[in-house]
């Protein structure tokens, strides 16, 4: 089945600073993959998703790229501010997009 | 829009005892439907999924079960509670690949 691994699994930036979180998957079949960031005590969001024909998008101050011939993504937040500290997690689609098989998750602290 | 509510927001169950977690989703028909557990500080671990009514897939041998009585509505259920138990418990819907998550219930087995 399905396997996400995400790294790393807590990164601290400096407030304005660039994070990078990295995740790769094992099932070829995979088209879609989330990412979704969870507040202390809430629900996670999702924030930034991409499919499997398209190789980076953006969204104002996160991006995310996709290389599938690596089998590998990664979600990239520019100028980071507090308010971005957070869980992040990534995940990829499984059983004909039926399911989604999550990494680890990231804690992401943003210092100011 | 689409919403998806789930309650109680908090429970606090002795060990032993039973327990009913329910989901509804309004604004839609027909989605996926899923529960997860989140234990603290930690990840994401799906414990039951359904594409249509009466359908449900267990990802996880353990002393849960889900039914799903109706296209919006998901239940988790346990007839004897274990301290391990205790956790984040989401339900999320889906239609094609997007997943949103329901605001969780937070139980402490004691």
């Known amino acids: 089945g399905e396997n996400v691994e995400q790294h790393p699994s807590t990164l601290s930036v400096q407030e304005g600073d660039s994070a990078v979180i990295k995740c790769t998957y094992s099932?070829?079949?995979?088209?879609?993959f989330p990412w979704y960031k969870q507040e202390l005590g809430k629900r996670p969001q999702l924030i930034i998703d991409i499919r499997s024909n398209v190789g980076e998008k953006k969204d104002q101050r996160i991006a995310v790229t996709l290389n599938k011939t690596a089998k590998h993504f990664s979600l990239h937040i520019t100028e980071t501010q507090p308010e971005d500290s957070a869980v992040y997690f990534c995940a990829a689609d499984t059983e004909y997009g039926n399911k989604l098989v999550f990494g680890a998750g990231t804690i992401l602290r943003v210092k100011s | 829009s689409q919403t998806i509510h789930q309650w109680p927001a908090t429970l606090v169950q002795p060990v032993g005892s039973p327990l009913s977690l329910e989901c509804t989703v309004e604004?839609?028909?027909?989605?996926?439907l899923y529960w997860y557990r989140q234990a603290a500080g930690r990840g994401l671990q799906l414990l039951f999924y359904s594409v249509g009514i009466g359908q449900i897939s267990s990802e996880v041998p353990q002393n849960l079960s889900a039914s799903r009585p109706q296209d919006r509505q998901f239940i988790l259920s346990s007839k004897k509670l274990l301290l391990s138990d205790s956790g984040f418990y989401l339900c999320?819907?889906?239609?094609?690949?997007?997943?949103?998550f329901g605001p969780g219930t937070r139980l402490t087995v004691t």
């Open positions: 999320a819907w889906a239609l094609a690949y997007e997943q949103y």
């Open positions: 099932d070829s079949a995979s088209n879609y």
């Open positions: 604004g839609t028909s027909n989605p996926n």
